[in-house]
């Protein structure tokens, strides 16, 4: 087993943060990892997932929603090929934080997303290029929800 763990602090509201997270259709206007998310966030759906590995290479994985707790936490299964080939199990978690020192009334929340890899095809995994992926991806849901999202989510 491996497992990536890289977590961000974004300038919004929980709820701003967590809806765009589930906001799967606009995954492609904004998301430089997953770059196409199709199905709908509900425990037990199953969502196809194309994961951008390289310039050159897209993976295609099944994704079974394992968890949902409300603008908490997202847990699913994603599995490439047979499972015991490669899966995954990733998990988004939401906290809110306080308000900053500077005494402004201003919401933040940290966005943590882990992935605890196995299968037989876990040691041909560059797993620099996930943690890379996952930070691009955190920074990039941060920029999305700080500009584009602020103004028209609650």
């Given at each position: 087993m491996a497992q990536v763990n890289e977590s961000?602090?974004?300038?919004?509201?929980?709820?701003q943060?967590?809806?765009a997270l589930l906001d799967f259709e606009r995954?492609?206007?904004?998301?430089?990892f997953i770059i196409q998310m199709n199905g709908r966030a509900e425990v037990g759906a199953t969502l196809e997932e194309w994961v951008l590995i390289s310039k050159e290479k897209r993976v295609r994985f099944k994704t079974k929603i394992l968890a949902l707790e409300p603008a908490k936490q997202l847990v699913w299964r994603g599995i490439y090929g047979a499972g015991w080939l490669l899966n995954g199990v990733h998990q988004f978690i939401l906290e809110p934080l306080s308000n900053g020192s500077d005494g402004q009334n201003r919401q933040r929340t940290r966005l943590?997303?882990?992935?605890t890899f196995s299968g037989l095809l876990l040691p041909l995994m560059n797993m620099e290029q996930s943690r890379q992926g996952y930070r691009a991806m955190n920074e990039a849901l941060k920029q999305w929800v700080e500009t584009t999202c602020a103004s028209t989510l609650p």
């Open positions: 961000v602090e974004i300038n919004a509201a929980l709820p943060v967590w809806q995954y492609p206007d904004w998301n430089p943590t997303q882990k992935e």
